[in-house]
């Protein structure tokens, strides 16, 4: 029997991380006297967020049993027709995220405490990440587009602070506005498409709209003809490109990770970069309308999948390599969407949101018992120091590959077998994009894992001669840099560029502790060993390990074939029948498990690890050869496509060149022109003037005798007459 939703309640979830927020910020930082310092602060955001997260596992069980609600709970303003107002629509989707969204959070606060506790920011940084729970789930639970737009903005003005946390160091403050700036182009986007649903429908109320929606068929936009639909459809998921790191608004996320790693978890995995995920699938009544909608959807997130992975093989540093990862992911994600496997994308935020956060922190933990070294290739034989973390990132990475099983096995081959179903333009690419994805994803995956946790030992080594040695010994499993150090004197440049962006990252990913490091460095100090992380951080690793193995196998039957998401997502199954031919050839998810064995995805995965494990354990030279017969590629990764040097030169280089014109041509010629020209003309007249203004009587008179006829001729012209 389905109970009924109690709004006031629904209230509490948003609210409460917002107190704790307020507590932590006002009350617990330097800026207002630290009045109740880090205990209560820490106290106040984790019993904000937990009481959040039971709250939403209880929404959740009342959606299972058929309860649902739509309402608002609050208006705003009502401007002739259009009413605006705080609202919250709870149905499946809307549950299921508030679950992700307050549960990941919850690991991330307990982590903070293990992560953050030498940092003279720690009551401000947890103030921060509650502030941000709040924010998301205002957008997800959102039930009109204007509530929408403030959670958007909210979550982006958030991650703008928390990027920027360490606010002293240059790097930071580059990464926040290059994301903040990237994230208003999708915005820009973003508001169009709501501007253009609104001017049709007269209405910011989901419902409402969706209502319309056999009207909006017909539209177009005014003095162009475009339909409407299809152009509000691709302006709503330009918003999402910014906030979901597509290809090309995707440059802002690698740089991003020179926040706390807790962010990156909370923020790059599980929570932000899936709004737009979540948009577009809440929004599903119309993009199925548009088929040019969902090829350009489709197009995009295969770019993505694909080309994103492909960076993560180069990466030394251990957080961009899981952050290329995610781009990768959220491409997957992006292809379903297009594909109109609404179900599988939202399967696959879910199940991503869990083993991700587990690899974001694993990689933390790593960071912690390496005393903030995040060099891939200072590390090696963690495996025995570090038993929790290298257990708990093994299940995760496993779980990323797809392997059988596995959450991320559920919704990853989902996914590509929707696509494989799909009859839309672009799906061909799409196919060959996820396929050979799962060869890349397996392949700079296990290359991490084997580096950190397996073989020998690179750690403990004096710092002056560290990467010395990191690049001398072919022998050492390492990058294709290490294994061909003197291969040639340019490859020494790349090297070097590797190496000072890996001091600029340790710079970024460090607490104040490196200042009371008696040798001055980041890294463990010769003769000294890693060690296991405390367990507020290993408690979160095991916790999100759970769900990481087994979450996929109990949820695949009723979110992609059952009806968890009945009347929340609405697919056409006439014209995009991708999911129904899924459900035919459906037998289980015990079945599915055996039958993926045989399975092309299964078999270049296993390929990937082999690969990898060949590499890197087994055979580094192999690398070596790769770098010297494909230099050309390996610059071409190395310098992320040219993509940050093509915004530079073009939008930025733009931007100033623009700027200098209007200061040029605009201020400096035409408004100063004015300005002085004006000037410049009253004191040409007055020199005139003051030349009859002599204080002599005649003068005077001669003046007056000549304004005479003047005055006769103007008003008594005699050319007239």
Request: aromatic content about 14%; overall charge negative; proline content about 4%.
């Amino acid at each position: 029997m389905a109970g009924q939703i109690n709004p006031n309640l629904l209230l509490a979830v948003p609210l409460a991380p917002l107190a704790g927020s307020a507590i932590a910020g006002l009350l617990g930082t330097k800026f207002f006297g630290d009045v109740v310092g880090r205990k209560v602060s820490t106290a106040a955001t984790i019993a904000g967020v937990f009481i959040a997260m039971v709250i939403s596992i209880m929404t959740l069980n009342q959606v299972l049993d058929g309860a649902t609600y739509n309402g608002d709970v609050y208006t705003w303003m009502t401007v002739g027709t259009l009413k605006m107002a705080v609202g919250f629509q709870i149905d499946a989707l809307s549950a299921m995220m508030m679950c992700v969204v307050t549960s990941v959070s919850l690991m991330v606060h307990i982590y903070t405490i293990g992560y953050m506790a030498e940092d003279d920011g720690y009551d401000r940084f947890f103030s921060y990440i509650s502030l941000f729970t709040f924010s998301m789930l205002m957008l997800v639970m959102s039930n009109n587009f204007l509530q929408l737009f403030f959670g958007w903005e909210a979550v982006g003005l958030v991650s703008y602070l928390l990027i920027g946390f360490w606010y002293t160091r240059p790097t930071a403050i580059f990464a926040n506005m290059k994301a903040f700036l990237v994230n208003r182009v999708g915005d820009f986007g973003f508001i169009l498409g709501i501007g253009l649903l609104l001017a049709a429908t007269g209405t910011m109320d989901y419902q409402q709209v969706f209502a319309h929606k056999a009207q909006l068929v017909g539209m177009t936009v005014p003095a162009t003809g475009w339909p409407l639909l299809t152009a509000a459809c691709i302006c709503l998921f330009i918003g999402a490109m910014g906030k979901s790191a597509q290809f090309p608004l995707h440059v802002w996320l690698p740089d991003s990770m020179e926040g706390p790693t807790p962010i990156s978890a909370l923020i790059h995995a599980a929570t932000m970069v899936t709004a737009g995920i979540f948009m577009v699938s809440r929004m599903s009544p119309l993009f199925e309308l548009s088929d040019t909608a969902l090829s350009f959807i489709l197009v995009i997130g295969s770019i993505t999948a694909l080309f994103m992975g492909f960076l993560g093989i180069i990466q030394n540093d251990i957080k961009r390599v899981v952050a290329y990862s995610t781009l990768s992911q959220l491409g997957y994600m992006t292809v379903a969407l297009g594909a109109s496997a609404y179900n599988a994308a939202v399967f696959h935020l879910m199940t991503h949101a869990f083993f991700k956060a587990l690899l974001f922190l694993g990689a933390g933990s790593v960071i912690i018992g390496m005393h903030h070294d995040q060099d891939m290739r200072n590390m090696g034989g963690l495996r025995k120091y570090m038993p929790i973390t290298w257990i708990t990132s093994l299940l995760g990475s496993l779980a990323l590959i797809g392997t059988p099983f596995f959450s991320g096995f559920y919704s990853k081959d989902s996914i590509i077998e929707a696509v494989h179903a799909s009859h839309l333009w672009g799906s061909g690419f799409a196919y060959f994009a996820v396929i050979a994805g799962v060869f890349v994803t397996a392949f700079y995956s296990f290359r991490m894992y084997f580096l950190v946790f397996h073989g020998k030992e690179r750690f403990g080594l004096a710092h002056d001669h560290a990467h010395e040695h990191a690049h001398a010994h072919d022998a050492r499993p390492a990058t294709p840099h290490d294994a061909a150090a003197h291969a040639h004197d340019a490859h020494q440049q790349v090297v070097a560029a590797h190496d000072h962006d890996a001091h600029a990252l340790h710079d970024a990913d460090a607490h104040h502790e490196e200042e009371e490091d008696d040798h001055g460095h980041h890294g463990l100090a010769p003769g000294q060993k890693p060690h296991e992380s405390p367990w507020v951080v290993t408690l979160p690793l095991v916790l999100l390990a759970i769900p990481s193995v087994i979450i996929g196998f109990f949820a695949i039957k009723p979110m992609l074939y059952g009806d968890f998401f009945k009347n929340v997502i609405f697919i056409d199954l006439e014209k995009h029948p991708a999911m129904e031919e899924l459900a035919h050839e459906f037998g289980g998810a015990g079945g599915m498990g055996v039958h993926a064995f045989t399975s092309l995805p299964f078999l270049l995965a296993l390929a990937g690890v082999v690969a990898a494990f060949y590499c890197y354990m087994i055979n580094p030279r192999v690398p070596a050869a790769f770098y010297k017969a494909l230099k050309p590629i390996h610059t071409l990764l190395d310098n992320k496509y040219y993509m940050d040097k093509f915004n530079e030169v073009v939008f930025a280089g733009g931007a100033r060149m623009l700027g200098k014109g209007l200061w040029q041509v605009g201020d400096r010629g035409l408004i100063e022109g004015i300005v002085n020209g004006s000037a410049k003309l009253v004191g040409w007249f007055s020199t005139i003037t003051r030349t009859f203004q002599t204080g002599y009587i005649y003068h005077y008179a001669f003046v007056m005798i000549l304004g005479v006829p003047g005055t006769l001729l103007y008003f008594f012209p005699f050319w007239r007459a």
